[in-house]
């Protein structure tokens, strides 16, 4: 594994344990070099999933891009790196168990969605302002009042 500060490729474990739903393995990491610590997560990849753009485009879907994208939203709110990493699972588990491997791009971002509804309408709307590319300040505001009326 190599060090995300040095880029040395060789680095000792000092800790593993499962994630809370056991679908992931929580690996602290040391690197013998710089001596920082930094954390990995190893995943079973059950089948490769295709992700199908709106353009058509066909790419390997990206745990990463997924993780991220709802990290994003969710930065600077009250929910911690577990219940990102649950979300991920989550989604991922939902999109492996599914019949099909190519999966459209719009049903991944309707799955985030709903997922970061349920936990916070904040986060939620931030990723929807990404994700629904609003044009207009007033499709943004027609969005969020919306939301507010559905309580």
């Known amino acids: 594994m190599r060090c995300p500060f040095c880029g040395c490729t060789d680095s000792q474990v000092k800790d593993s344990r499962p994630s809370d739903d056991f679908s ?7 690197c013998p070099k710089c001596q920082e610590r930094f954390t990995t997560f190893e995943y079973v990849q059950n089948r490769d999933l295709i992700v199908v753009k709106k353009n058509d485009v ?5 745990r990463e ?12 709110r009250a929910v911690d790196s577990d219940g990102i990493e649950q979300i991920v699972n989550s989604i991922i588990r939902r999109l492996e168990q599914g019949s099909e491997t190519e999966i459209p ?6 799955m985030a969605m709903d997922a970061l509804l349920k936990i916070d309408k904040v986060a939620y709307l931030r990723y929807a302002s990404v994700y629904k590319n609003f044009n207009s300040m007033q499709d943004f505001n ?8 559905e309580k």
């Open 142 to 149: 027609d969005f969020a009042t919306r939301l507010t009326e």
């Open 65 to 76: 891009k997924l993780h991220r994208s709802i990290f994003l939203a969710l930065r600077k």
């Open 105 to 110: 791009s719009s049903l991944i971002g309707e």
């Open 58 to 62: 066909r790419v390997p879907f990206e």
């Open 24 to 30: 992931s393995i929580r690996r602290r990491r040391q």
